[in-house]
C-alpha cells in the first residue's frame, strides 16, 4: 500500500481552527476544495509555530525577491475568513512533523503535515535515521497533507491562526498562566486560588 498524500494545489479554502471550549479545544488543520475536506489535528503550540513560521518564510521570500515577490506585506482584508471549521470535523490523522517550503517557480507556498509516528531505536542517533528514513520513504511513509497556497492565502492562513490561538483562555496577570473559568492556583499567589475576574 503506497503512502496515503492528502493533496490540495491549490484548496478552496486552508484555515486553522478549534473545536471544543477554551481549555480542551481540540486544534485542527483543514483544507478543502471540489467537495472533499481533510482535517487534521495537532497541538495548539503546533499552530502558533506554523503560522509564525508561514510569516518569517514570506517575509524571506520578499527581501529576498527584493520587494517583487506576489507575496502582501499583510494578510489582504478580502481573503479574510471567520467562518467556523466545515462539519462533521472528522480528524484523518494527527499531526507529527510539519515542513514549509516556497516553491519559486510556481510562486506558491507549500504546506506539508505529516502523520505522527512512534519509532523505537537504541540511540538518538539511531532514532533520527530511523525518523529521516520513514519520513523520505514515498512509498511507506506516514500519511500527509499537502497544501499548496499564494502568498496572498499563506497569509491569511497565518493571521486567522494567531487569532485561534489568542481566542483561548485569558492569562493570568500575575502568572501569565491560563485562567480557566473557575480561576486557577497562581504560583505568585503563594498557591492560593486566584478568581477569573
Request: charged share 25%; proline share 8%.
Amino acid at each position: 500500500m503506497s503512502r496515503q498524500v492528502f493533496l490540495y494545489d491549490p484548496p478552496d479554502r486552508f484555515v486553522a481552527g478549534t473545536v471544543g471550549l477554551p481549555g480542551r479545544r481540540t486544534f485542527y488543520l483543514q483544507a478543502s476544495a471540489g467537495g472533499r475536506t481533510t482535517s487534521v489535528a495537532l497541538e495548539k503550540a503546533q499552530v502558533e509555530a506554523l503560522a509564525e513560521r508561514i510569516d518569517e518564510l514570506l517575509d524571506e521570500v520578499v527581501r529576498r525577491s527584493g520587494g517583487n515577490a506576489p507575496v502582501p506585506a499583510v494578510a489582504p482584508s478580502e481573503l479574510a475568513d471567520t467562518a467556523p471549521l466545515e462539519t462533521p470535523v472528522e480528524e484523518e490523522f494527527r499531526v507529527g512533523t510539519m515542513a514549509l517550503a516556497w516553491d519559486g517557480e510556481s510562486e506558491r507556498m507549500v504546506i506539508e503535515a505529516q502523520a505522527l509516528v512512534e519509532l523505537e531505536a537504541d540511540s538518538e542517533e539511531d532514532l533520527a535515521a530511523a525518523e529521516e528514513r520513514l519520513l523520505q520513504d514515498d512509498e511507506n511513509g506516514p500519511p500527509m497533507l499537502r497544501v499548496r497556497v499564494t502568498g496572498q492565502m499563506a497569509r491569511a492562513f497565518a493571521k486567522r491562526a494567531i487569532e485561534v490561538v489568542n481566542a483561548g483562555r485569558p492569562p493570568c496577570p500575575l502568572c501569565s498562566l491560563p485562567l480557566d473559568p473557575e480561576g486557577h492556583v497562581c504560583p505568585r499567589q503563594n498557591g492560593y486560588r486566584r478568581g477569573a475576574s
